[in-house]
């Protein structure tokens, strides 16, 4: 059964920076497509970042220059590194993963990206960032 667990939310100030982890357990994918989620309260849930198992990213417009998606050197760990943060990423956020099942493909029209339909996702860890 796939596992995926965040942490490192917290609450900073405007311009504040956070790191987010994500530890996968229960799978082991040869190509795969990992991503990061946000939802803010009474708003849909919107796509941060992914990235691919040959290390391909993509970022939403909202996040580019300041968030950076990362593969850790353990296996199946994921990172957020979250800089010059702004009230509007308020948020909880969360992580997937989804088997690609071919090699990934990359850019924006490429099959990781936030159009990915995953099947596996994590509680959430929070984020607040105050002005």
């Known amino acids: 059964q796939v596992q995926l667990v965040e942490s490192g939310g917290g609450s900073v100030q405007a311009g504040g920076s956070l790191r987010l982890s994500c530890t996968g357990h229960?799978?082991?994918?040869?190509?795969?497509?990992m991503g990061w989620f946000r939802q803010a309260p009474g708003k849909e849930r919107e796509g941060v970042a992914t990235?691919?198992?040959?290390?391909?990213?993509n970022y939403a417009d909202s996040v580019k220059g300041r968030f950076t998606i990362a593969k850790g050197n353990a296996k199946n760990t994921l990172y957020l590194q979250m800089n010059s943060l702004e009230p509007e990423d308020t948020a909880m956020y969360y992580c997937?993963?989804?088997?690609?099942?071919?090699?990934?493909?990359?850019?924006?029209?490429?099959?990781?990206?936030?159009?990915?339909?995953?099947?596996?996702w994590g509680q959430g860890t929070q984020v607040t960032v105050s002005s």
């Open positions: 997937a993963v989804q088997p690609l099942g071919v090699a990934p493909i990359p850019g924006p029209g490429g099959n990781c990206n936030t159009g990915v339909d995953f099947d596996d």
């Open positions: 229960g799978y082991h994918y040869m190509s795969y497509c």
């Open positions: 990235i691919d198992s040959d290390g391909n990213t």
